[in-house]
Structure formats: structure tokens, C-alpha cells
């Protein structure tokens, strides 16, 4: 009896072993294989600020252990400025069953959560994520929604604040956007705040598409002594053709965030749009490791630096202090 009850307890755990303990899997040579963790990304349009976002992301997921090739699997898409792409994008990343999903500006993550209540989802780059009614609310976002803002309370209105140091005699802004993007739209009612206060006048010219920019710029000509350019995906994706024309007819300009200074504009307060994606890259790992995206508030840029380009100065015909510079990050 012993005997049989020996050899039947024998077969059991043989069994067991070669089915690989029950829930583990294992490879070829009886090694345990590590889950893949699946993550979609939704990009609204390529520009640095938002190029950066996604590269820190990645950067902090690599850092906490998950890289592409063995434990993670990414497919990133970019709607390249489409709505309509924007849209099945968001379907196709929800109908693969992504573990979570990256939504990078507004439009892209208005489209992901109109699409799942299940899935979770971080955002980055949002100017206002209660106003796009991403989450209830900034400390307690609720559902199934979380991520990080690009609105730092101050970078407008120093801004705009830098503009009258920086250009004294300049008495109107120029500010080109597109009204269909609800980031922009903030951004500009935020900007023409600080304009008032500062007694400048705000001379606005709206676009619906990128290739609307350049005729938009060149209309600025005569009208405006300084361009202001908030962030804004639509303009700054085309932000060559502003920078064409200031430099051309020397008009200064000043951007909402520091990667457009990079690019060719003069001056900005902002800060490093890949230490965002890197918060919320951190924040990722959480909710992988089973944090709810509901029990973790929104998060924001901490740092907030003067950013000037020196050569811009010079192609747009502003001429530099010591006092302008000693403060600010210099980009050559």
C-alpha cells in the first residue's frame, strides 16, 4: 500500500516537473521564461518636446528592468497630425490588448480613453488634464487615467515677463496656433493674461494644419513686434517656417518650451521634456508592478530654466546683455 502510494506521489511531482511547476514557463533548456509586458504608444505629431517625452519613458522603463527585445515589447505609433489616424490608432492599440497604454499630447490621449475604461493609460505632455476631461481631478485622477502635465505654473508668465525685459520697445506679440487643439487653447487664454498685465497687446492668427504655418508667420510681418509661439503640436511640428521668416525680417521669438529654442527661436522658459517622459516612465513601472493609475496624482515639471539661443539673437537682430545671459541656459 505504501509502496503504490510511493509511486503514484513519484508520478505526480514528475508530472508537475515537466509541465514547469504548474504556472511557470520555461525555455528550451528548462530555463524560466519571463513574461513580455506589452506597451502601446500614441504620438499626435513628431516634434522634440514630445520625441524627448517619449524617449525618457523608455529610458526609465530600461532603467527599472523592462527592455525591448526581452521583457517588453513597444509599438509606437504616430498619427502625424491626422485626427483620423489619431482615432484608429487608438482603436488598434486597445483591440491589441496592450498591458498599458503611453498617450503623448492631448489628441492622442482624448482618442485612447474614448476607447478603454480597462486598459490602463499615462499621459504626458497635457497641458490641462482636467480640462480635457482626461482625469477628475489632479491628486485623485480617478479610473483608469494618470500621467504628467507640461504646464508649469510659472514658464508663461516668465515668459512673457522676459519679453518686456528682453525687448523693450516691442508693444505687440504675435501668437500663431491652432484653435482645434484644446492644449493650445489654454495656453493662449494664459498667455494673453500675462500680455495684459505686462500692457503688451496680443495679435493672434489661428491655422488648422502645419502647412498653414508659413502663411501665418508672414502675415505677422508689420503687425507684430515679437512672435510668441505657445506649445502648440500643429505650429511647432512646422516650427522651421516660423524661424525662416523671424530671421528674415528680425522679429524676435519666444517659445513655450526650451526644445523649440534648440531648433532656431530665441528664448523660452521651460524645462526638459525627457525628464517628463522619465516621471512618467517611473510611474509605468508602478502600475506594472500592480499600482492602480487612480492612486497616483498627476505629475508635473519640477525645474524651470531660461533658455537662449545666442545664434538666434543674432539672426534676429537682438542684442545681447550680460544681464540677459546670466541666468539662462545657453544653446549655441
Do not use: W
Not at 107 to 123: H, R
Not at 277 to 289: D, N, R, S
Amino acid at each position: 500500500m505504501r509502496k503504490g502510494l510511493a509511486l503514484v506521489l513519484s508520478g505526480a511531482l514528475l508530472l508537475l516537473s515537466a509541465c514547469g511547476g504548474g504556472s511557470k514557463e520555461t525555455g528550451g533548456e528548462g530555463k524560466e521564461k519571463e513574461k513580455v509586458v506589452k506597451i502601446g504608444i500614441t504620438q499626435i505629431v513628431e516634434h522634440p518636446s514630445l520625441d524627448a517625452a517619449r524617449e525618457g519613458f523608455i529610458a526609465a522603463l530600461k532603467d527599472a528592468g523592462y527592455e525591448e527585445g526581452k521583457n517588453l515589447k513597444l509599438d509606437y505609433q504616430n498619427a502625424q497630425g491626422d485626427m483620423n489616424n489619431n482615432t484608429s490608432i487608438a482603436q488598434k492599440l486597445v483591440a491589441d490588448k496592450n498591458d498599458l497604454i503611453l498617450a503623448i499630447a492631448t489628441p492622442s490621449a482624448q482618442a485612447v480613453v474614448n476607447q478603454t475604461k480597462d486598459i490602463p493609460i499615462l499621459f504626458t505632455a497635457i497641458t490641462d488634464p482636467v480640462g480635457a476631461e482626461l482625469v477628475q481631478s489632479l491628486e485623485k485622477p480617478g479610473g483608469n487615467v494618470t500621467g504628467t502635465s507640461d504646464t508649469h505654473p510659472d514658464a508663461i508668465k516668465n515668459t512673457i515677463a522676459a519679453i518686456k525685459t528682453f525687448i523693450p520697445d516691442a508693444k505687440k506679440v504675435g501668437i500663431i496656433y491652432n484653435n482645434g487643439e484644446p492644449n493650445s487653447v489654454v495656453n493662449v487664454k494664459h498667455a494673453k493674461t500675462a500680455l495684459e498685465a505686462a500692457g503688451l497687446e496680443a495679435v493672434e492668427t489661428t491655422i488648422t494644419a502645419s502647412t498653414e504655418v508659413k502663411q501665418a508667420a508672414e502675415s505677422m510681418v508689420g503687425r507684430a513686434d515679437v512672435l510668441y509661439i505657445p506649445k502648440d503640436n500643429t505650429v511647432v511640428s512646422a516650427l522651421e517656417s516660423v524661424i525662416t521668416v523671424a530671421n528674415a525680417q528680425d522679429i524676435p521669438t519666444f517659445v513655450g518650451e526650451g526644445d523649440s529654442v534648440k531648433r532656431g527661436t530665441f528664448a523660452s522658459y521651460g524645462f526638459d521634456y525627457h525628464d517628463l517622459g522619465y516621471t512618467t516612465g517611473k510611474m509605468a513601472v508602478e502600475i506594472l508592478k500592480g499600482k492602480k493609475p487612480s492612486d497616483i496624482p498627476v505629475g508635473f515639471p519640477e525645474n524651470l530654466e531660461l533658455f537662449i539661443n545666442k545664434k538666434a539673437a543674432q539672426e534676429e537682430g537682438i542684442t545681447l546683455t550680460e544681464e540677459m545671459l546670466k541666468d539662462a541656459k545657453i544653446v549655441e
